[in-house]
């Protein structure tokens, strides 16, 4: 079965740091596009960074820039998501999703494009 499983979210102080890992699983990821996204309660899917499968080109939203990094592990089958300078309005669901090979005709992709959705992991910025 294909899909990705998040891990490292938790309880951090504003200010404080988490490192989010998306690993493949049934596939290797190194074909894909992979985005994270989140969403906090009430609000809609936001698309907070993403990189791509040859170049490495990546793309963060205004309001992570200069506090994410995305990066990826092609030996490990993870991607990685670097949070600094975490504030309350980063608290949310975060997830992440893959464009297989072959699709993605647009940069960033559209959330249309991203499949093998994870189950998500809990971030909670608060004092």
């Known amino acids: 079965q294909f899909q990705f499983v998040e891990s490292g979210g938790g309880l951090v102080q504003p200010g404080g740091s988490l490192r989010l890992s998306c690993t493949a699983s049934?596939?290797?990821?190194?074909?894909?596009?992979v985005g994270w996204f989140r969403q906090a309660p009430g609000k809609e899917h936001e698309g907070v960074s993403c990189i791509n499968r040859s170049d490495g080109r990546t793309y963060y939203t205004d309001s992570v820039k200069g506090r994410f990094t995305i990066s990826r592990d092609n030996a490990k089958n993870t991607v990685y998501l670097q949070m600094n300078s975490l504030k309350p309005e980063d608290t949310a669901v975060y997830y992440c999703?893959?464009?297989?090979?072959?699709?993605?005709?647009?940069?960033?992709?559209?959330?249309?494009?991203?499949?093998?959705w994870g189950q998500g992991t809990q971030v909670t910025v608060s004092s």
């Open positions: 999703a893959g464009v297989p090979p072959g699709y993605g005709v647009h940069w960033p992709p559209a959330l249309y494009e991203y499949y093998y």
């Open positions: 049934g596939f290797t990821l190194d074909s894909y596009i």
